[in-house]
């Protein structure tokens, strides 16, 4: 049976994108199952920067799951099998000094760009 992508949304973390050959069923009472014993005493603050030590705890709970897409980003590029050099080039073009390292971390997660940079990569996907 071939590998189906479910977009998962933890509690005061950001959306990822899993693999598995369960149903969306089984995946949902994972996440759900997950959300109970994570919020048992209540839910904390994270930072963006350290959410996705969330994410890798969420997978290696649940080794049925793979984990695909980290971010929205992750995910439009491979859509548009794209790299994240390809990424840095644009938004140079676009007259914006970013490095390959600060958008490897946005790629990965560890880092979230500003509000209106977010607005120019939408628009970058959305023209490419």
Known sequence: MKDIIY???LTGIYQFW???????VDVDMIVSKYEAERG??????????????VIKDFIAKNPVLTLRYR???????????RSIKWLTLVLLEFGHQVN?????????????????LQNILKQVFLRY
């Not at 600060?102 to 790629?107: C, E, F, P, Q």
């Open 18 to 24: 899993v693999s598995c050959n369960n149903s969306g």
């Open 100 to 116: 390959y390292q600060t958008v490897a971390r946005w790629v990965e997660g560890r880092s979230v760009p500003k509000i209106g």
């Open 40 to 53: 048992k005493y209540g839910f904390t603050y994270i930072k963006k920067n350290k959410q996705y030590l």
């Open 71 to 81: 971010t929205w980003i992750d995910l439009e590029l491979h859509k548009r099998m």
């Open 7 to 9: 977009e998962v949304s």
